[in-house]
């Protein structure tokens, strides 16, 4: 009875071992038929309802491309009809103006485009459907340049900033072999993204060059395909659960959108090299496949009350897998901090290479003008001398007070020089990083006092056009009068064999201040490569090919632009482009540092 006994008591002892075993394998089984079950479940239901949506989105696709193209096809044909207006043709004749824009307004109202311009020889608005664009300048815009240059239609992309896009067709008014002027016709094309934003839930047009020209997301325009879908705010921990919960029955998922999965169809646009892109979510697909998952993850729910112990398991490991992703990403931080400190200091470095091969280029122009400069000194001493020897002489004869007034002379002689050499200590000095008010005007007339020994020395007639007001930069006073007489310097060279040389400097402003240096001489030969370091069209040894190249620098560090076109009739037209100072306000800069 004894060893019955003690029989009876090892026997669950060494039962309990073996239950346990079987119990983890009953575990493993229904959890793994559970996923197995639901998995192949969501696979084939997902395939076959995906499917069904994404023939939907690509039909609505279509749709909408030939839409696009319709809406393109229908404006490009406008300006050959109005470049053959006889009322047009004859308002840029005779230069009356006063019917022009009610007329262009009927027919905006007929046609449907979203605005119609018409521009004069000289690129100025003259007539149109919108009022506040009469009188603006589009000399530079590209549907201007582009239709003087060709004899068709042309059609232009043009980005306003901030996310908006102009989309033109524009031809030239041609009349008796002579170019009148430009009309310039804009596709309504936001009126389509308005109407995909109801229908579709997210809907992009590209480029040939990817970038996006149209989309329901303001956002998103501007940006390229990778970059747009990177745009979304950062979900929260409990967004990322659900998103989790959503996503995973909705595979393969192409991109997200707003935090949403979502199909992505593509399709081609007979035109320029545009896609379209639709992005579908998957809602109506989820709605329906977790209509089947719920009842079939209702039936599992009890059995799968032991995949805990797996889980618990899972989370363990998990757990030590973040810890030592933890420890990779601090060693990766510190090696990131080292990286920057080490690239910030190379910038410094770099910063101050570049104020030594600009103090060295001003310090060569001050060595070519050198020689104008010993003689505009030169004659106010030959003068100071005159006036003594006769002074000498008054005091002598006893006429005191016209030896006075040689005095005077002398003395106005002296502050001339005084000003020639506070000019040339002032340009010599190296200029600072930090930008102040600076009046255009006055860098200008600056400039040109500097460059008048070298103007002077050569029949070089010279034009000035500055307004009356003043006109205020933000900038650096000595670095801009470093840029203006480079740009003075080069049209010196550019039209030193013309026997007619001309130069003529103006001071504009609008929504920017503008300063154009024209020269009548023979052009740019490759505009392509001017602004490149060590180009240059002079002969070995007189010019290092820096100086364009510093000065479109110089003019980038205040937030503007250095551009550079040829004059139809012959010379080359340099211009700087800055923001203007407004006081109280914020400077915007056009260029990114």
């Given at each position: 009875?004894?060893?019955?006994?003690?029989?009876?008591?090892?026997?669950?002892?060494?039962?309990?071992?073996?239950?346990?075993?079987?119990?983890?394998?009953?575990?493993?089984?229904?959890?793994?038929?559970?996923?197995?079950?639901?998995?192949?479940?969501?696979?084939?239901?997902?395939?076959?309802?995906?499917?069904?949506?994404?023939?939907?989105?690509?039909?609505?696709?279509?749709?909408?491309?030939?839409?696009?193209?319709?809406?393109?096809?229908?404006?490009?044909?406008?300006?050959?009809?109005?470049?053959?207006?006889?009322?047009?043709?004859?308002?840029?004749?005779?230069?009356?103006?006063?019917?022009?824009?009610?007329?262009?307004?009927?027919?905006?109202?007929?046609?449907?485009?979203?605005?119609?311009?018409?521009?004069?020889?000289?690129?100025?608005?003259?007539?149109?459907?919108?009022?506040?664009?009469?009188?603006?300048?589009?000399?530079?815009?590209?549907?201007?340049?582009?239709?003087?240059?060709?004899?068709?239609?042309?059609?232009?992309?043009?980005?306003?900033?901030?996310?908006?896009?102009?989309?033109?067709?524009?031809?030239?008014?041609?009349?008796?072999?002579?170019?009148?002027?430009?009309?310039?016709?804009?596709?309504?094309?936001?009126?389509?993204?308005?109407?995909?934003?109801?229908?579709?839930?997210?809907?992009?047009?590209?480029?040939?060059?990817?970038?996006?020209?149209?989309?329901?997301?303001p956002r998103w325009r501007g940006l390229t395909m990778p970059e747009a879908l990177a745009v979304r705010d950062a979900p929260s921990a409990i967004q990322r659960a659900f998103q989790v919960t959503a996503d995973w029955t909705a595979m393969p998922i192409d991109a997200y959108v707003q935090g949403r999965a979502v199909m992505q169809a593509e399709a081609r646009i007979p035109f320029r090299g545009w896609r379209m892109t639709s992005f579908t979510t998957y809602a109506s697909v989820r709605e329906q496949v977790n209509a089947v998952l719920a009842l079939e993850i209702m039936g599992f729910a009890i059995l799968l009350a032991g995949a805990f112990y797996v889980l618990s398991r899972r989370a363990r490991s998990q757990s030590v897998a973040y810890m030592r992703e933890s420890a990779d990403l601090r060693a990766l931080n510190l090696r990131l901090t080292r990286e920057i400190a080490e690239r910030e200091r190379m910038q410094k470095e770099l910063r101050v290479a570049e104020q030594t091969v600009q103090q060295s280029s001003k310090l060569a122009a001050l060595g070519e003008m050198s020689a104008g400069v010993s003689h505009e000194l030169n004659q106010p001493l030959?003068?100071?001398?005159?006036?003594?020897?006769?002074?000498?002489?008054?005091?002598?004869?006893?006429?005191?007070?016209?030896?006075?007034?040689?005095?005077?002379?002398?003395?106005?002689?002296?502050?001339?020089?005084?000003?020639?050499?506070?000019?040339?200590?002032?340009?010599?000095?190296?200029?600072?990083?930090?930008?102040?008010?600076?009046?255009?005007?006055?860098?200008?007339?600056?400039?040109?006092?500097?460059?008048?020994?070298?103007?002077?020395?050569?029949?070089?007639?010279?034009?000035?056009?500055?307004?009356?007001?003043?006109?205020?930069?933000?900038?650096?006073?000595?670095?801009?009068?470093?840029?203006?007489?480079?740009?003075?310097?080069?049209?010196?060279?550019?039209?030193?064999?013309?026997?007619?040389?001309?130069?003529?400097?103006?001071?504009?402003?609008?929504?920017?201040?503008?300063?154009?240096?024209?020269?009548?001489?023979?052009?740019?030969?490759?505009?392509?490569?001017?602004?490149?370091?060590?180009?240059?069209?002079?002969?070995?040894?007189?010019?290092?090919?820096?100086?364009?190249?510093?000065?479109?620098?110089?003019?980038?560090?205040?937030?503007?632009?250095?551009?550079?076109?040829?004059?139809?009739?012959?010379?080359?037209?340099?211009?700087?482009?800055?923001?203007?100072?407004?006081?109280?306000?914020?400077?915007?800069?056009?260029?990114?540092?």
């Amino acid at each position: 009875m004894i060893e019955e006994s003690e029989s009876e008591r090892i026997r669950p002892r060494l039962a309990q071992p073996g239950n346990s075993w079987w119990l983890r394998i009953a575990v493993a089984l229904i959890f793994g038929v559970a996923i197995a079950s639901i998995w192949t479940t969501n696979a084939w239901l997902t395939t076959r309802f995906s499917e069904n949506t994404r023939v939907r989105s690509e039909l609505r696709l279509a749709l909408y491309t030939g839409n696009l193209l319709s809406e393109l096809q229908r404006t490009a044909v406008v300006p050959l009809l109005l470049a053959r207006d006889p009322a047009l043709i004859g308002s840029l004749n005779s230069n009356d103006f006063s019917t022009t824009s009610a007329r262009l307004i009927a027919a905006q109202k007929e046609i449907g485009a979203a605005s119609i311009r018409l521009l004069d020889a000289s690129g100025r608005t003259v007539g149109s459907t919108d009022r506040y664009q009469l009188g603006t300048n589009n000399v530079l815009s590209p549907f201007y340049v582009e239709a003087l240059r060709s004899s068709d239609t042309v059609f232009t992309v043009t980005n306003h900033g901030s996310g908006a896009y102009e989309f033109t067709y524009s031809r030239a008014v041609i009349a008796d072999g002579r170019t009148l002027g430009v009309i310039v016709v804009g596709a309504d094309l936001s009126r389509l993204e308005r109407s995909w934003a109801g229908i579709s839930d997210a809907v992009a047009v590209t480029d040939s060059g990817g970038t996006i020209i149209l989309a329901t997301e303001p956002r998103w325009r501007g940006l390229t395909m990778p970059e747009a879908l990177a745009v979304r705010d950062a979900p929260s921990a409990i967004q990322r659960a659900f998103q989790v919960t959503a996503d995973w029955t909705a595979m393969p998922i192409d991109a997200y959108v707003q935090g949403r999965a979502v199909m992505q169809a593509e399709a081609r646009i007979p035109f320029r090299g545009w896609r379209m892109t639709s992005f579908t979510t998957y809602a109506s697909v989820r709605e329906q496949v977790n209509a089947v998952l719920a009842l079939e993850i209702m039936g599992f729910a009890i059995l799968l009350a032991g995949a805990f112990y797996v889980l618990s398991r899972r989370a363990r490991s998990q757990s030590v897998a973040y810890m030592r992703e933890s420890a990779d990403l601090r060693a990766l931080n510190l090696r990131l901090t080292r990286e920057i400190a080490e690239r910030e200091r190379m910038q410094k470095e770099l910063r101050v290479a570049e104020q030594t091969v600009q103090q060295s280029s001003k310090l060569a122009a001050l060595g070519e003008m050198s020689a104008g400069v010993s003689h505009e000194l030169n004659q106010p001493l030959a003068a100071m001398k005159t006036y003594l020897a006769g002074a000498r002489l008054l005091l002598q004869r006893g006429r005191a007070e016209e030896a006075l007034s040689s005095f005077q002379r002398i003395d106005d002689l002296i502050e001339r020089m005084g000003a020639i050499t506070r000019q040339l200590k002032s340009y010599a000095r190296k200029g600072g990083e930090a930008v102040e008010p600076v009046d255009l005007r006055a860098a200008v007339s600056s400039a040109l006092t500097m460059m008048e020994p070298q103007l002077r020395s050569r029949t070089i007639r010279v034009i000035r056009n500055l307004p009356r007001g003043t006109v205020m930069v933000m900038a650096d006073r000595i670095r801009l009068e470093q840029v203006i007489i480079n740009l003075l310097r080069n049209a010196v060279d550019a039209v030193r064999d013309k026997r007619d040389a001309r130069i003529e400097i103006t001071v504009e402003t609008g929504a920017h201040a503008h300063v154009l240096v024209r020269d009548n001489g023979p052009g740019i030969s490759d505009l392509e490569n001017l602004f490149e370091p060590f180009w240059t069209t002079k002969k070995p040894g007189e010019g290092t090919g820096l100086g364009l190249a510093i000065s479109s620098s110089i003019v980038a560090d205040f937030g503007g632009r250095l551009t550079a076109h040829n004059e139809d009739q012959g010379g080359a037209v340099f211009a700087v482009e800055l923001p203007l100072h407004k006081p109280g306000q914020a400077q915007q800069t056009l260029a990114a540092e």
